[in-house]
Nanobody, 120 residues
Framework: VQLQASGGGSVQAGGSLRLSCAVS????????MAWYRQVPGKQREMVAI???????NYADSVKGRFTISRDNAETTVYLQMNSLKPEDTAVYYC???????????????WGQGTQVTVSS
C-alpha cells in the first residue's frame, strides 16, 4: 500500500494549485486523510484534515483559501489551494489512517511529498 501524491509546482502569489493523493493497493478503508507541510528547519504542520463522516479541519493560516476533499471511493484526497502566498511554500505530504482488513489494526501511511513554491 502506498500513497501517491502529485500536483505540486511553482506559481506566483495569488495563484492556485491542486494537489492529489491516491491510495494504491488493496485496503479495507482509508479513514482520516490529511495534508501536512514542512519547510526546512521547522516541524511538519497540519494543513487540512478530512474524516470519513465528512468533517474537515484547517490550519488557521489556510482557512478560506484551501479546500480538502475526497473522491467517492474515499481513497483519493485533494487539496485545492487558492490565493497562494509565499509563506505557503513548503513540501506538502499527504497522510492516511488506513485499515488493511478488519482483522488488523489501523496503520499510518505518508506520501512521498510534493514541492509547492510560491513566488512574490
Amino acid at each position: 500500500v502506498q500513497l501517491q501524491a502529485s500536483g505540486g509546482g511553482s506559481v506566483q502569489a495569488g495563484g492556485s494549485l491542486r494537489l492529489s493523493c491516491a491510495v494504491s493497493g488493496s485496503i479495507y478503508s482509508a479513514n482520516v486523510m490529511a495534508w501536512y507541510r514542512q519547510v526546512p528547519g521547522k516541524q511538519r504542520e497540519m494543513v487540512a484534515i478530512s474524516t470519513t463522516d465528512g468533517g474537515t479541519n484547517y490550519a488557521d493560516s489556510v482557512k478560506g483559501r484551501f479546500t480538502i476533499s475526497r473522491d467517492n471511493a474515499e481513497t483519493t484526497v485533494y487539496l485545492q489551494m487558492n490565493s497562494l502566498k509565499p509563506e505557503d511554500t513548503a513540501v506538502y505530504y499527504c497522510y492516511a489512517d488506513i485499515t488493511l482488513s478488519t482483522m488488523l489494526p489501523n496503520y499510518d501511511y505518508w506520501g512521498q511529498g510534493t514541492q509547492v513554491t510560491v513566488s512574490s
